[in-house]
């Protein structure tokens, strides 16, 4: 028993210095820091369509806008969600003129995904963005009314008293948030064409006012 008191003030320091080295060591060990890939996820314009003529007929067309976002990432996302975004959409020809619709959470085609504040995606699910556009520029201009409906008497009679302009280009640009931890997702730049409709007189089913084309 006496021997094992000098042995203990022997080795001491040794246990020492080890309890305090040891933890040093395990410091230089530390865990990755977690990057998520290029483009975890994705944004697509989908649909950019001209709306039916019986849906929106001359002096209240419009386009309907679809936005779809996919986890392209291998692991389930869970987290809070912040959906805000924007839409520009741009005349080609007339560059100058165009419009930016803002994205919320009301725009979502299906809200319920969202569950106290969280949503859930699971590798490779989807969920869309809904929009309209009623063909007024960021300055309050109806688009239709500058389109070119030269010989449309001739060339472009589209309905019962109804004529038709030129096709004209548009051009869709999106950007979205929905993770704060992504960031923002931006979409490639897509194309669509857009035809004008204009009331040639009075009649037929898209151009009678609702007093009738006399008025009373």
Known sequence: MKCSIPLVGRFLP???VFAIVLPHWACEESLPVHQFPKD?????????????IRVAPPGSQKVHLILEA???????????????????I?????????????INESNLT????????????VPGQKFSINLYWD????DSIYLPSEMDYT???????????VI???????????SLLVYNKIGYLAAQPVEFTFVGTACRGCGGPYCTPPGGCGGG
């Open 110 to 121: 299906n809200p319920s995904l969202i569950q106290n504040g969280k949503m859930l995606l």
């Open 70 to 88: 996919e986890n392209n990432y291998s692991d389930v996302f869970y987290d809070s969600v912040q959906i805000k975004g924007a839409v520009r």
């Open 151 to 161: 010989f449309a008497t001739l060339k472009r009679v589209c309905n019962y008293h």
């Open 40 to 52: 975890p996820m994705t944004l697509t314009v989908t649909l950019a369509e001209q709306m039916s």
């Open 14 to 16: 040794f246990v020492t």
């Open 90 to 102: 741009w005349w080609k020809r007339k560059a100058q003129r165009y419009t930016t619709l803002y």
């Open 135 to 138: 063909l007024k520029s960021h």
């Open 164 to 174: 038709c302009s030129d096709p004209e280009v548009f051009v869709v640009e999106a």
